[in-house]
Structures are given as C-alpha cells and as structure tokens.
C-alpha cells in the first residue's frame, strides 16, 4: 500500500515540478491562439477551460489506461516504475509539446506538425500512418465499451445493438460543432470517471487487499514469462505515453483561450491518466492474488479485460457504486473513440484543404470515416486491433517527440526533454517490432538478445540523425527540410 500511495504522490509532485519545467522551457505567451484567431463555430471554439480539461482528459483516457494497465499488471509492482516515470518524463511531455505545438501551427494535427519540422516525407507518411491509426482507435473503442454496455443491459441488447448505437453517436459527434455535443455531456462522464478512479483506489485500501511493495517484489511476475522489455512499455501505452493523445491535442488546441493554461490542459491531462492507470494496475497486481490469477481471467474468452473490469468494480464498489464506476469505464474509451474520428476526420481534412466549415463538406468525409469503424468493428477481431495499435500507437509517440525535439532546437530551447524520451520510446518501437510474435518475431525464434541489440542500434541512429541535422548542422535555428 505504501508503494501505492508513494507513486500517487509523486504523479501529483511530478506535475508540479516538472510540468512547471517543461512549461517554462517551451514559454508560453499571450498571442492570440487559433480558438480567437480562426473561430469557426464548428472546430475553433473559445471554450471553458475547466470544460477543457475534463474533454482533454476523456479524449486520452479510453481502454489503455485502463485494460491496458490490467495488462501491464501481469509483470507485477514493476509496472509501477513505468507508469510513473512514463508519465512525468515522456507521457506528460509528449502531451504538452503536441498541444502546444499545435497552437502555434494554427490548431494543425500531428501529421502537418511533424511534416513541418521532420520535413515533407515524414509529412505524407504521418498522414497516412496517424488516419489509420485514428480509424482502429475509433473501432476498437467502440467494440469495447459496446461488450461492457451488453454485460450491464438485458441479453435482447446484445454487443451488435450497442455497436450501432455507439456508431450512431460517433456519427454525431464527428459531424457536430465540438460544443454542442462533446462539450456538453463530457462533464457528466468526466465526474463519472473521477468517482471510478477515487472509488476503486479508495477500496482497494479501505478493504485491505494486499498492494505488494515494489521493494520486495521486482521480479517479473509474467505467467508466460514474456520480458518486461520492451513488452511491458508497449502494453501499459495510454498508461504512460501514448501516441494517440497526439492526435487528441489538437483538438484543444483549438478551444483553448489562452496557451498559458496548456500545462493544466495537456500536462494535467496526462498526469490525471497516469493516476488512473496506477489504481487499475493495483487492481489487476492484487485483486485475483496472483499474476496467474490474472492472466486466467483476462484470457478467459467468456471474461476477458472487460470482465475482469466488471467483477473488479461490482466486488469492491457494491452493485450501485459498480454501476457508477462502470459507467465511467464506459465514458472513457466512448469518449476517446467519437474524437478519435473527429481527429481523422479533421485529420484528413488538413490534408485534402478542405473546409470544414460547410457542413455537406463535413458530411463527406465524416460518412466514409465512420463507414470504415462500421464494417471493421463488425468483422475484425478486437484483440487482433488492439494488438497491431499498441505498436503503431507508441511509434507514433516517438514521431511527435522527435518532431518536438526539432522544435526546441530551432527555438535554442531545452531539447533534452523531448530529445531523451524520444531515443528511448525509439528503442522500445523498435525492439518490439523485432521481437514480438505478431511483427518479425525474433522472440519466439530464441534470438531476443539480437532484438535487443538491433533495438538500440536503431535509437542510436535515430539520435544521431537529429544531432547531425540539428546540434552538428551549421543550419543553426533553421528546421531541417
């Protein structure tokens, strides 16, 4: 339990401190942000900043800290060090520096910002890379929270049902101006999520389940034996960092009245994720006891992730406070997929230059985006998404941070804190597509330790192509083409 508290502390320090930092090194200022600038009454809309917050914060928060923490918790107390350190060091970093940066690009997404400082290719890459990326997040954040809905309603209301319910509202969503929908019932999940947070943290305690201490139990405790690295650092993803909330911050970008509030915003976003990963991941470490009692459950096919979320919070909450923290379960990977399509939607948009404004324009792309969730909820496996996004989800981090490292050194401003995370996020990007069983799977062809050795190799070139085109380049304060 000390471990548990100790890491809720340092999340919340960490915010204070090296928030603070990273804010001062990037210096916001008064200029007019694209929400005064470019209102459009449609995307560019000059909203609360306490509305902001709670919309930011349930854009990130969907599955991944949740599920994706129950994961992580396979490997034991250890997934607390991630969780953390991800956070504050890259997670944080990666969500302020792409909120920012896209305030200062006109509220533009990930794909233009990363063209524009990693030059043209990376540009038409990202683009195509972050739509894909969009359109699986929105599907797999339908086809979760649409199994969780099914186990809580009468069997007549089966997963099929509350697909197409939750399509519908994503169709909504998508189309509609960001106030008139998102910005209106965000709130209400917003608090429903806190009271999920605050109830399964403070049970856990209350109940006196028995949260192991990191200093006697940092072994890997994986069942099937699987690395910690780089596995564990892909699987906790939104937990720590992920390469979705880059796409997401944009769309605060452009309501936010002012880039002085960006640490609230993005860095506090983040850490409040961060906070809600600990408590499921301290669910998942000592709720079935063990490790294997763990892996049984969330391997059960008629249990599986969700379930384990549904037993976790009717056992500790009781069936009314369970329902209230299902509830929010819900509203996170909900609210992360309607703006997962608005993101490509606007995504694609930035590409094509076409104006959003007109609402038959909106209609056109926001019916073949929401098309492609339909037919690829439908017929694809879940599991099989989620486990091709995971990778493809924290290589596009290591974009973004790449792309901020530029930034900051054409600025003549601390790269570091962009720079360091992204040559690790690199290695880990690289390491696990070289190792895991679903990319080359040199793992399970007994040559880890080469996966390994590629892996960093891999981030050392990376770290020396930016030292080159930047720090060695006799460009200086020029981004490199």
Known sequence: MITFLICVVLLIVGYMTYGKFVDKVFAPDDRPTPAIALEDGVDYVPMDNKKIFLIQLLNIAGLGPITGALQGALWGPVVYFWIVLGTILAGGVHDYMTGMLSMRNSGGSISEIVGRYLGTGMKQVMR???????????????????????????????????????????????????????????????????????????????????????????????????????????????????????TQSPLMARCLKSERTGRQTFYGAMVAEGIIAMVWASAGVCFYETTGGLAAVLTDPNIGPNGAVYQICMTILGPVGGVLAMIGVIACPISSGDTAFRSARLTIADWIKLDQGDVKKRLGLTVPVLAFGAIVGGFVDYTIVWRYFSWSNQTLAMMALWAASVYLWTEKKNYLICAIPATFMSAVSATYFLAAPECLGLMKAGMLPLAYGIGALIAAVFLAIFLKTTVFSKKVGAAPA
């Open 128 to 246: 195509v890379f972050s739509t894909f990326l969009l359109l699986m997040v929105g599907t797999v954040f339908a086809v979760g929270p649409s199994s969780l809905l099914a186990m809580l309603t009468p069997s007549t209301l089966n997963k099929n049902f509350w697909l197409i319910v939750i399509l519908l509202y994503y169709f909504l969503a998508t189309l509609l101006p960001i106030d008139k929908l998102i910005g209106k019932v965000y709130p209400f999940f917003g608090v429903c999520l806190i009271i999920m947070a605050v109830g399964v943290g403070a049970g856990l305690i209350i109940k006196g389940y028995p949260l192991p201490e990191v200093w006697s139990n940092m072994n890997n405790q994986h069942p099937s034996g699987t690395p910690i690295w780089p596995f564990m650092f892909i699987t906790v993803a939104c937990g720590a960092i992920s390469g979705f909330h880059a």
